[in-house]
Protein backbone atom coordinates (compact mmCIF):
# COMPACT_ATOMS: atom_id res chain seq x y z
CA UNK A 1 0.00 0.00 0.00
CA UNK A 2 1.18 3.33 -0.57
CA UNK A 3 2.32 5.36 2.14
CA UNK A 4 -0.05 7.89 3.78
CA UNK A 5 0.73 10.88 5.69
CA UNK A 6 -0.50 10.99 9.16
CA UNK A 7 -3.85 12.41 8.61
CA UNK A 8 -4.68 10.38 5.76
CA UNK A 9 -4.14 7.33 8.60
CA UNK A 10 -6.17 8.54 10.77
CA UNK A 11 -8.95 9.02 8.25
CA UNK A 12 -8.35 5.25 6.91
CA UNK A 13 -8.29 3.62 10.72
CA UNK A 14 -11.28 5.91 11.02
CA UNK A 15 -13.18 4.67 8.48
CA UNK A 16 -12.20 0.98 9.32
CA UNK A 17 -13.51 1.94 12.87
CA UNK A 18 -16.48 2.95 11.26
CA UNK A 19 -16.95 -0.29 9.36
CA UNK A 20 -16.31 -2.66 12.46
CA UNK A 21 -19.19 -0.78 14.82
CA UNK A 22 -21.46 -1.31 11.45
CA UNK A 23 -20.46 -4.83 11.24
CA UNK A 24 -21.63 -5.85 14.60
CA UNK A 25 -24.50 -3.28 15.33
CA UNK A 26 -24.27 -0.06 17.22
CA UNK A 27 -26.23 -1.23 19.73
CA UNK A 28 -24.07 -5.04 20.00
CA UNK A 29 -21.66 -2.44 19.90
CA UNK A 30 -22.25 -0.52 22.83
CA UNK A 31 -23.20 -3.45 25.21
CA UNK A 32 -19.91 -5.23 24.36
CA UNK A 33 -17.81 -2.03 25.11
CA UNK A 34 -19.77 -0.19 27.56
CA UNK A 35 -19.66 3.00 25.31
CA UNK A 36 -22.61 5.18 24.19
CA UNK A 37 -23.80 5.50 20.67
CA UNK A 38 -21.82 8.87 20.83
CA UNK A 39 -19.04 7.57 22.31
CA UNK A 40 -18.43 4.93 19.83
CA UNK A 41 -19.48 7.81 16.56
CA UNK A 42 -16.53 9.86 18.13
CA UNK A 43 -14.10 7.52 17.63
CA UNK A 44 -14.97 7.03 14.17
CA UNK A 45 -15.66 11.05 13.51
CA UNK A 46 -13.92 12.78 10.97
CA UNK A 47 -14.63 16.15 12.69
CA UNK A 48 -11.89 18.22 13.67
CA UNK A 49 -13.02 18.21 17.22
CA UNK A 50 -12.29 14.47 17.57
CA UNK A 51 -9.49 14.05 15.07
CA UNK A 52 -7.57 13.12 17.86
CA UNK A 53 -10.19 10.29 19.39
CA UNK A 54 -9.38 6.53 18.50
CA UNK A 55 -11.22 3.54 19.73
CA UNK A 56 -9.26 1.97 22.73
CA UNK A 57 -7.31 -1.58 21.49
CA UNK A 58 -9.38 -3.67 24.23
CA UNK A 59 -13.10 -2.53 22.67
CA UNK A 60 -11.42 -3.59 19.01
CA UNK A 61 -10.50 -6.85 19.94
CA UNK A 62 -14.24 -6.98 21.64
CA UNK A 63 -15.84 -6.16 18.67
CA UNK A 64 -13.76 -8.01 16.13
CA UNK A 65 -14.35 -11.15 18.47
CA UNK A 66 -17.86 -10.99 17.19
CA UNK A 67 -17.64 -9.22 13.57
CA UNK A 68 -17.78 -11.16 10.79
CA UNK A 69 -14.21 -9.63 9.44
CA UNK A 70 -11.57 -7.86 11.25
CA UNK A 71 -11.84 -4.47 9.71
CA UNK A 72 -9.56 -2.56 12.24
CA UNK A 73 -7.00 -5.41 12.51
CA UNK A 74 -6.69 -5.52 8.74
CA UNK A 75 -6.35 -1.80 8.24
CA UNK A 76 -3.42 -2.08 10.53
CA UNK A 77 -1.71 -4.61 8.53
CA UNK A 78 -2.36 -3.24 5.48
CA UNK A 79 -0.72 0.11 6.46
CA UNK A 80 2.61 -2.18 7.55
CA UNK A 81 2.35 -3.97 4.30
CA UNK A 82 1.05 -7.73 6.01
CA UNK A 83 -0.83 -9.85 5.16
CA UNK A 84 -3.55 -11.90 7.27
CA UNK A 85 -4.83 -15.26 6.66
CA UNK A 86 -7.89 -15.80 8.58
CA UNK A 87 -7.83 -18.85 10.36
CA UNK A 88 -10.84 -19.81 11.77
CA UNK A 89 -13.64 -21.58 9.60
CA UNK A 90 -17.20 -19.88 9.61
CA UNK A 91 -19.87 -21.65 8.22
CA UNK A 92 -20.15 -19.69 4.93
CA UNK A 93 -16.59 -20.94 4.61
CA UNK A 94 -17.88 -24.62 4.29
CA UNK A 95 -20.36 -24.08 1.30
CA UNK A 96 -19.15 -24.44 -2.11
CA UNK A 97 -15.70 -24.26 -2.95
CA UNK A 98 -13.35 -22.54 -5.24
CA UNK A 99 -15.25 -22.55 -8.25
CA UNK A 100 -18.09 -20.98 -6.21
CA UNK A 101 -15.72 -18.79 -4.80
CA UNK A 102 -14.52 -17.21 -8.47
CA UNK A 103 -17.85 -17.13 -9.20
CA UNK A 104 -18.91 -15.43 -6.70
CA UNK A 105 -16.10 -12.79 -6.99
CA UNK A 106 -16.58 -12.22 -10.28
CA UNK A 107 -20.03 -11.28 -9.39
CA UNK A 108 -18.68 -8.98 -6.25
CA UNK A 109 -16.06 -7.34 -8.89
CA UNK A 110 -18.62 -6.44 -11.47
CA UNK A 111 -20.60 -4.80 -8.80
CA UNK A 112 -17.69 -2.66 -7.52
CA UNK A 113 -17.12 -1.55 -11.18
CA UNK A 114 -20.57 -0.64 -11.78
CA UNK A 115 -20.94 1.05 -8.41
CA UNK A 116 -17.29 2.79 -9.60
CA UNK A 117 -18.78 3.44 -12.98
CA UNK A 118 -22.06 5.33 -11.24
CA UNK A 119 -19.58 7.33 -8.78
CA UNK A 120 -17.53 8.64 -11.45
CA UNK A 121 -19.94 9.68 -14.10
CA UNK A 122 -19.97 13.16 -13.05
CA UNK A 123 -15.96 13.58 -11.82
CA UNK A 124 -16.25 13.46 -8.82
CA UNK A 125 -16.76 10.71 -5.97
CA UNK A 126 -18.93 11.83 -2.84
CA UNK A 127 -18.67 10.21 0.24
CA UNK A 128 -21.78 7.91 0.32
CA UNK A 129 -19.81 6.71 -2.84
CA UNK A 130 -16.78 6.04 -1.51
CA UNK A 131 -18.26 4.19 1.71
CA UNK A 132 -20.63 2.34 -1.10
CA UNK A 133 -17.13 1.54 -2.91
CA UNK A 134 -15.03 0.72 0.31
CA UNK A 135 -18.18 -1.56 1.38
CA UNK A 136 -17.75 -3.77 -2.08
CA UNK A 137 -14.03 -3.73 -1.40
CA UNK A 138 -14.09 -5.18 1.94
CA UNK A 139 -16.46 -7.67 0.47
CA UNK A 140 -13.91 -8.59 -2.30
CA UNK A 141 -11.34 -9.18 0.59
CA UNK A 142 -13.42 -11.31 2.30
CA UNK A 143 -14.31 -13.16 -0.63
CA UNK A 144 -10.57 -13.92 -1.16
CA UNK A 145 -9.69 -14.81 2.29
CA UNK A 146 -12.58 -17.58 1.98
CA UNK A 147 -11.15 -18.34 -1.63
CA UNK A 148 -7.42 -18.60 0.05
CA UNK A 149 -8.84 -20.98 2.76
CA UNK A 150 -10.79 -23.39 0.77
CA UNK A 151 -7.19 -23.29 -1.97
CA UNK A 152 -5.49 -24.34 1.30
CA UNK A 153 -8.28 -26.78 2.52
CA UNK A 154 -7.96 -28.62 -1.06
CA UNK A 155 -4.15 -28.88 -1.12
CA UNK A 156 -3.82 -31.00 2.06
CA UNK A 157 -2.37 -30.61 5.53
CA UNK A 158 -0.24 -27.68 6.01
CA UNK A 159 3.11 -28.31 4.81
CA UNK A 160 2.59 -31.28 3.00
CA UNK A 161 2.98 -29.95 -1.05
Do not use: W
Not at 85 to 90: D, I, N, P, T, Y
Not at 127 to 149: C, F, G, H, S
Amino acid sequence: MAELKPRGIDSYLKKHTEALVKDVGVEVACTLTGKSKATLGRYYSDDQEHADRFMPIDAVAQLESKASYPHVTSALAELRGITLSLEHKSTSNLKGGVNSDVITLSQRFAMLMAEYHLSIADGVISINEAKRLLKETVELQRILIEMKLHLEEESGPKGVA
